[in-house]
């Protein structure tokens, strides 16, 4: 059973694959057992084009160290992989030790050239799975803006949103995200980058559109409560369950 709720917020894209992990690491043994944490989008490496093959080696050669980081939590974040040739932003989630979903970002942000580096996933991978009977689901950053994606997701009880989100836009990740919890009727977890550029805004939305945020933090926590999702359901019926 899921005990918190977690959101982490911490500058990455300058310093070494191997301080960021370190920083992962002190991070999550901080979260409580059995708590649910989402780390921001390609929070090992950044979105760093030009070392991406030295980012898909060192994804590979601390897989074993993230799947142990999980053992007796929920653990969620998105690494650099290649395969065939190809570079894929893989969003994971690790339960216990094992890695339980995996699919490679869907919708790449252009302005950022992602698409000129990275290849897109597939729209039908995304989906909602189930963890000690919680429907879980994940739309990575820019996958956020495209509310056809939410149908994917629907009847979510915790929706996962890792970003990288620039501070220019910086409204329109709390707006997005406060409206999927209230349409969904669920949990949403955002971690995003404190970069410079990057726009923080990490928090933790309950289903009636509460915020529990905090730029100056690097660990966001709040217990959950599975009941409050069918409350609001309950309370509001748009004919989720």
């Known amino acids: 059973m899921i005990s918190d709720l977690v959101s982490l917020?911490?500058?990455?894209?300058?310093?070494?694959?191997?301080?960021?992990?370190?920083?992962?690491?002190?991070l999550v043994k901080k979260t409580k057992k059995n708590s649910l944490v989402l780390a921001p989008e390609l929070c090992l490496s950044g979105y760093s084009y030009e070392y991406l093959e030295e980012s898909a080696k060192f994804s590979e050669e601390i897989f074993p160290k993230i799947r142990e980081l999980s053992k007796d939590r929920i653990l969620s974040l998105t690494l650099t992989q290649k395969k065939d040739g190809k570079f894929y932003n893989n969003a994971k989630i690790f339960y216990n030790g094992d890695e339980i979903y995996s699919r490679a970002k869907a919708k790449l942000f252009s302005i950022g050239d992602e698409p000129k580096y990275f290849q897109s996933g597939k729209i039908q991978d995304i989906s909602t799975i189930n963890i000690d009977k919680i429907k879980v689901a994940l739309l990575v950053c820019f996958e956020l803006r495209f509310t056809k994606l939410?149908?994917?997701?629907?009847?979510?009880?915790?929706i996962l949103v890792p970003s990288f989100w620039g501070k220019p836009r910086k409204s329109h990740l709390?707006?997005?995200g406060v409206a999927l919890a209230i349409a969904n009727q669920c949990f949403v977890i955002i971690s995003n980058s404190s970069d410079e550029d990057m726009?923080?805004?990490?928090?933790?939305?309950?289903?009636?559109g509460v915020i529990v945020g905090d730029d100056n933090l690097d660990l966001l926590s709040v217990p959950y409560d599975k009941k409050i999702v069918k409350t609001m359901r309950r309370y509001i019926d748009i004919g989720l369950r």
Not at 10 to 21: L, P, Q, V
Not at 150 to 158: L, N, Q, S, Y
Not at 202 to 207: K, R, T
């Open 9 to 26: 917020q911490f500058d990455y894209a300058t310093k070494s694959f191997e301080e960021n992990f370190e920083t992962l690491s002190s």
């Open 150 to 158: 939410w149908d994917k997701v629907k009847g979510a009880d915790i």
């Open 174 to 176: 709390r707006a997005l």
């Open 199 to 208: 726009a923080s805004s990490s928090c933790i939305i309950d289903p009636f």
